[in-house]
Each structure stands twice: as structure tokens, then as C-alpha cells.
């Protein structure tokens, strides 16, 4: 029998429906999850996080990106993955200290000992050290706060997931 070439590999699987036949446009795009949260491979550094921006729907990309480029103006040293489908950003040797995730209706922002900022932000959670921010579609955000509790929130010890 002859050898068959990669090419005709994938030719032959996509026959043997094996392979989908749009499978290249089903990597560019990542799944949504329930309220619109991408699935995106776990992953440190920047590129990860940028992946999954760029997978955010709609108004919500805009806020990702935002929130992003926040934490990298307060905090330049910041480390970044993606875990869980959720953007994480960090100090090294302290852990993670924020995070945030896509839901229906908003975006929530997770200040993981959010319970020590001041002011505390308002949302509380089940877990009691966490708490979280919401960010609505036409919402204007107060930056100046934002950008005080992530300073605040990366001095302090973080969660190491």
C-alpha cells in the first residue's frame, strides 16, 4: 500500500468525517460558554489573555481590553494566564490578584482579597476574603477607582491557583 502524504491524510479524514471540513475556521474562533465566556486553552503570559480578549463578545471586548490595559498602567510587572477559561494577572511570588469573567449581562471582575481594599468593592461573594466588581454594558466605570483597588489588591498576598 502506498504512503499516503499528509495532504491526502487530511483529505481522506475529512471524507471519513474525522475532520470537519470548515476545521480551520473552527480554531480562529473560540466556543462561547454559558454568558458568552470564551473557551480559551490554559496558558501564562501575555498572549493567552490576548486570545481570549479578542474571543470576548461584543461590548464586552471592549471592557476586557480596558480592564487589561489598566492593570498593565498600574501595574507594569503584572504576569498573566489564562486558567479556567478566565483571564488571571498576578505578581510573581505573591500569586493572583484579580481575574475576571464573562456572564450574561456583565462582566465580573474578581478582586481576590477584595475584602481588604478600601473602599471594599461591592459585591460580595460566598468566599469571604473575595469580592467582586460588576461592569454592565453602559456602565461608566469610575477608572480612578478601578485603578486604586488593583494597585491596592496586587501589594497584597494573592491566590496561587
Not at 97 to 102: I, K, R, T
Not at 107 to 136: E, Q, T
Request: glycine share 6%; with cysteine.
Amino acid at each position: 500500500m502506498a504512503k499516503k502524504t499528509p495532504k491526502k491524510q487530511v483529505k481522506a479524514a475529512k471524507k471519513a468525517s474525522l475532520v470537519p471540513a470548515d476545521a480551520s475556521a473552527q480554531e480562529a474562533a473560540p466556543k462561547l460558554l454559558s454568558g458568552g465566556n470564551p473557551q480559551i486553552a490554559k496558558g501564562y503570559g501575555d498572549a493567552p489573555v490576548q486570545a481570549y480578549l479578542a474571543a470576548m463578545p461584543g461590548w464586552k471586548q471592549r471592557v476586557g481590553r480596558r480592564l487589561d490595559a489598566l492593570v498593565v498602567r498600574v501595574v507594569p510587572e503584572v504576569n498573566k494566564a489564562v486558567k479556567w477559561n478566565t483571564p488571571l494577572y498576578g505578581v510573581e511570588g505573591q500569586g493572583w490578584f484579580l481575574a475576571f469573567h464573562c456572564i450574561t449581562k456583565y462582566v465580573k471582575v474578581s478582586f481576590f482579597r477584595g475584602a481588604s481594599l478600601c473602599p471594599v468593592p461591592p459585591v460580595a461573594s460566598k468566599m469571604k476574603d473575595v469580592r467582586y466588581f460588576h461592569v454592565h454594558e453602559d456602565d461608566e466605570i469610575d477608572e480612578t477607582q478601578l485603578a486604586d483597588w488593583i494597585k491596592q489588591a496586587s501589594k497584597l498576598p494573592g491566590e496561587t491557583m
